[in-house]
């Protein structure tokens, strides 16, 4: 595995979300949402990640994505381009045109809706790996993708491509984790992909977040990561109970539904738009969800 900088893909990295305005990519919209984030305290930000609607965005929106949130960020965070798609050439292209951009890593997700096996996952992800100088994460996200990694798996894959630094991983099994870290070592960066589980994956040993409620309080989020960085445990646990339940509510529906209703809400999106087949929240949900804005201090 290549070295990296100590302070390199560490941190609260937010998903950022997709704005749409008239069934169009709001892209000054987005490089705010990116200003945004440089403000409050995040480590990095993710663009087209799933928050960022990724299935219902062409080629072409992705990168120019990139290149937006690159020009905004202006060299204050690092930005990961997530170049997974639903075929090896699309995510080849989109991997080269993020690198051409200048992005400083990918993240690719597992294949979905084919199922393959697990050779034919270290043959993907190792011939995606060759093919750019990035450092490149796998989003291991079984819930949306239908397939898993094994541990042996990702040993394969790491194995054969040094670029592959890391893993967001975004399902429950903790000992997934800690098998990772035992058998790659403590400098495999491990991201956390579902919120309500960052404070115990990171007093593991897991080495940041990519969370949907960091569109929403970044602040709070970094906040979490660096109290674990620093030893903090006490503060991180206050801040683990105090997010938990703007944790939780990302799932009140399919994600990002309840984030862009409470972006929008808090001003910091006009409109929470999406594409098809993706819908707004329901009004019972934007109920629910002003009540929990009122109850976080947020409003």
């Given at each position: 595995?290549?070295?990296?900088?100590?302070s390199?893909l560490?941190g609260?990295?937010p998903?950022?979300?997709?704005?749409?305005?008239?069934?169009?990519?709001?892209?000054?919209a987005?490089?705010r949402?990116v200003?945004?984030?440089?403000?409050?305290?995040?480590?990095g930000?993710v663009?087209?990640?799933?928050?960022?609607?990724?299935?219902?965005?062409?080629i072409?929106?992705?990168?120019?994505?990139?290149?937006?949130?690159?020009?905004?960020?202006?060299?204050?965070?690092?930005?990961?381009a997530?170049?997974?798609?639903?075929?090896?050439?699309?995510?080849?292209t989109?991997?080269e045109?993020?690198?051409?951009?200048?992005?400083?890593?990918?993240l690719?997700v597992?294949?979905?809706?084919?199922?393959p096996?697990?050779?034919?996952?270290?043959?993907?992800?190792v011939d995606?790996?060759?093919?750019?100088?990035?450092?490149?994460?796998i989003?291991?996200?079984?819930?949306r993708?239908g397939v898993s990694?094994?541990?042996?798996t990702?040993a394969?894959?790491?194995?054969?491509?040094?670029?592959v630094?890391?893993?967001?991983?975004?399902?429950?099994?903790?000992?997934?984790?800690?098998?990772?870290l035992c058998r790659?070592g403590?400098?495999?960066r491990?991201f956390?992909g579902?919120?309500?589980?960052?404070?115990?994956m990171?007093?593991?040993?897991?080495?940041?977040?990519m969370?949907?409620?960091?569109?929403?309080?970044?602040?709070?989020?970094a906040?979490?990561?660096?109290?674990?960085a620093?030893?903090d445990?006490a503060?991180?646990?206050?801040?683990?109970?105090?997010?938990?339940e703007?944790n939780?509510?990302v799932f009140?529906?399919t994600?990002?539904i309840?984030?862009?209703?409470?972006?929008k809400r808090?001003?910091?999106?006009?409109?929470?738009?999406?594409r098809?087949?993706m819908?707004?929240a329901?009004a019972?949900?934007?109920?629910?969800?002003?009540?929990?804005?009122?109850?976080?201090?947020?409003?």
């Amino acid at each position: 595995m290549i070295d990296l900088p100590s302070s390199a893909l560490r941190g609260s990295y937010p998903p950022l979300v997709t704005p749409f305005r008239d069934g169009a990519v709001d892209y000054v919209a987005f490089g705010r949402l990116v200003e945004h984030q440089a403000r409050e305290g995040s480590h990095g930000i993710v663009v087209c990640g799933t928050t960022g609607e990724p299935s219902t965005l062409t080629i072409e929106e992705r990168t120019r994505l990139t290149h937006v949130a690159l020009e905004a960020a202006a060299g204050r965070l690092p930005v990961v381009a997530a170049t997974g798609g639903q075929s090896h050439a699309e995510s080849l292209t989109l991997a080269e045109q993020a690198e051409r951009a200048g992005a400083h890593a990918l993240l690719v997700v597992t294949p979905y809706y084919i199922k393959p096996p697990q050779r034919g996952l270290v043959e993907y992800f190792v011939d995606l790996a060759q093919r750019t100088s990035l450092p490149l994460l796998i989003y291991h996200i079984p819930g949306r993708a239908g397939v898993s990694l094994e541990v042996d798996t990702m040993a394969r894959i790491v194995e054969r491509a040094d670029n592959v630094v890391g893993i967001k991983h975004a399902a429950t099994d903790l000992t997934f984790v800690t098998q990772l870290l035992c058998r790659l070592g403590p400098d495999f960066r491990i991201f956390v992909g579902l919120e309500e589980l960052s404070f115990p994956m990171l007093a593991i040993g897991a080495t940041g977040m990519m969370n949907a409620v960091g569109n929403v309080a970044p602040r709070r989020v970094a906040a979490l990561y660096d109290a674990v960085a620093r030893g903090d445990l006490a503060e991180a646990r206050r801040l683990h109970f105090d997010l938990f339940e703007l944790n939780q509510a990302v799932f009140w529906d399919t994600n990002p539904i309840p984030i862009k209703y409470l972006m929008k809400r808090i001003g910091l999106l006009e409109t929470n738009e999406h594409r098809l087949p993706m819908v707004p929240a329901l009004a019972e949900l934007e109920r629910r969800l002003d009540a929990l804005l009122a109850r976080c201090g947020l409003t």
